[in-house]
């Protein structure tokens, strides 16, 4: 077996103990003969998975009795449409444009109802972020949409506004577990799993009971969060591999410390490849701001497209995958979620000084 640096952006990198652990039990899970992927979702073995995902994201996270936590199939993407519908309501929300999750977000709860633009980053190329207290929202919005960390752009907000009343709703989907939240401010957080939790396929969602109680009566079953939350995710059969396989995620987790370890980490391997970037003497230039870089999805430029192009195939050769930039924007991106070892992040930023002393 070899395994490489995984720097994709999603899917993206497990942590090597989960996938081992996850192999050696799929056949036959716990002695019951089968595999946790044959077996009923309301027997008693799933039932405890689900219950235990449930209960350390709980703990690890620190999520408050105020706020119910679901799995539901889809992706963030369907997190786009649900949070609309659900609470909508023929009212309206505002909304922060900051980058390319962002917009596709907005383009959703649009199609729904009336989504109020309260900040757009499109004069400087969605490369930076205001001052969290500079965001107005109306008093009669039904929320604000904030995406916390722009997966393709790079950028991460630090900080969060004072919305009074209004709740704010958050796809945390590329930074998720890897800084802890005032859930007092949140009336929904969502996160696609492909990130920092685990396989594609599942969105994990966070929603305060009072957000909860105000939801839409009049959805389909399966867009309603009502339906999900009575249900305790299984309302409907539940992408069962994707939750086990978060719970596994959540186990590992839980050994490296927990989120105070996934914080010190995401500094440790941010704070290797962005001092790359700044010593090498305006070789790798960062496209965003400062004050707002991500922890977890950086980005840069080298001098020319024909140099970047070398660059990742050199570093491909050098068992480091997954640094290309989204399509959208080009450049080098790496990824580094909880499950990257700073060994890697280690060994990227020492390949990115030698790269650039033998090709400046
Ligand atoms: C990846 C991503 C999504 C989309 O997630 P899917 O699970 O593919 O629907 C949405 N928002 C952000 C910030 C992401 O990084």
Redesign the pocket.
Known sequence: MSRIYNFS??PSILPLPVLEEAAAEFVDYGKSGMSLIEMSHRGKIYSEVNEKTIEMIRKIFGVPDTHKILFLG???????SMVPMNLLKGGKCDFTLTGS?AK??YSDAVKVGTANVVFDGKADNYSSLPDAADINVDSGSAYLHM??????GGIQWKDWPDTGNVPIVC????DILSRSVPFEKFGLIY?????NLGP??V?LVIIREDVLESCSEDLTAYLSYKVHAKGNSLYNTPPVFCIYMIMKVLEWLEKQGGLSGAVKMAEERSGMIYGAIDGSGGYYRSPVAKDCRSLMNIVWRLPSEELEKKFISEAASAGMAGLKGHRSVGGCRASVYNAMPVAGAKALADFMADFAAKNG
Not at 171 to 174: A, G, L, P, T
Not at 191 to 195: E, F, L, R
């Open positions: 952006a999603g889809g992706g963030a993407t369907l997190q786009f999750w596709k977000a995406t916390s960390n722009e997966t393709i796809d945390m989907s590329s996160a696609g799993a492909q990130k594609a396929g969105a």
